[in-house]
């Protein structure tokens, strides 16, 4: 079954500093990957995506990802992180292996916490 | 074009009734899925409506029902609720096209409190 793992629950970085965001996925065919990200109360938005060819995505509010299917991974990265950035981030996973039709799965997410 | 939107925003119910969720998909989307948000379990896969039909389903009680009208609009109905069905449920429409399927884009979402 697929599963994505989000090891870091909570981040907490200075306003101005760069970010990582681990995502690990277990699939066992080509996944398509995603960033989400939730503000407080609210919905999810997202971020970027992968579905095939160039492993570097670049997506919204100047994020992007890389996937590395060697390490299983997708991180999502920021180079200079703003106070707006604060929120959480969830990994999700999905492909023709999810039990048809168009599941997600999703990790457990990341707070990021954005000191001023 | 309009995002997806769900309705009622906030719910507040009594242990035992039921209660009714809507959501209308962006124009031209005719997937709709429903996820169940909450502190401990995460985002929890509901089910999935293509065409009038569930076409997959996550691992919830029967209470957990929904359905999808010609217009792709969606409702989800939860039956004698319990403290535990308290979340916030999000609803999601994509293309029915290949890949891009699996893009899905979210409503805000229905916070249902159960007391």
């Known amino acids: 079954a697929q599963s994505v793992t989000q090891p870091d629950i909570h981040i907490t970085v200075s306003e101005g500093a760069s970010l990582e965001l681990r995502c690990n996925y277990s699939?066992?065919?080509?996944?398509?990957l995603f960033w989400y990200v939730q503000s407080p109360g609210q919905g999810l938005q997202l971020l970027l995506k992968y579905f095939s060819g160039d492993t570097l995505v670049q997506g919204i509010k100047g994020f992007e990802a890389e996937f590395k299917r060697s390490q299983s991974s997708f991180n999502l990265r920021k180079p200079s992180v703003h106070w707006s950035d604060a929120a959480e981030y969830f990994c999700a996973v999905g492909g023709v292996l999810t039990g048809g039709g168009n599941k997600l799965t999703f990790g457990t997410g990341t707070q990021l916490k954005v000191e001023l | 074009k309009a995002g997806v939107t769900q309705t009622p925003r906030y719910l507040i119910k009594t242990r035992g009734q039921q209660v009714t969720l809507s959501c209308s998909p962006i124009?031209?989307?005719?997937?709709v899925s429903w996820y169940q948000q909450t502190p401990g379990q995460g985002l929890q896969f509901l089910f999935e409506y293509f065409s009038e039909t569930q076409r997959n389903k996550g691992n919830f009680p029967g209470r957990f029902s929904g359905r999808q009208f010609s217009n792709s609009r969606s409702e989800m109905n939860v039956s004698t609720l319990e403290l535990g069905d308290s979340a916030l449920y999000l609803c999601?429409?994509?293309?029915?096209?290949?890949?891009?399927?699996?893009?899905?884009?979210f409503g805000p979402g229905t916070r249902l409190t159960v007391t």
């Open positions: 699939y066992g065919a080509t996944p398509y």
């Open positions: 999601a429409s994509s293309l029915e096209a290949g890949f891009l399927s699996y893009e899905q884009y």
């Open positions: 124009s031209g989307h005719r997937s």
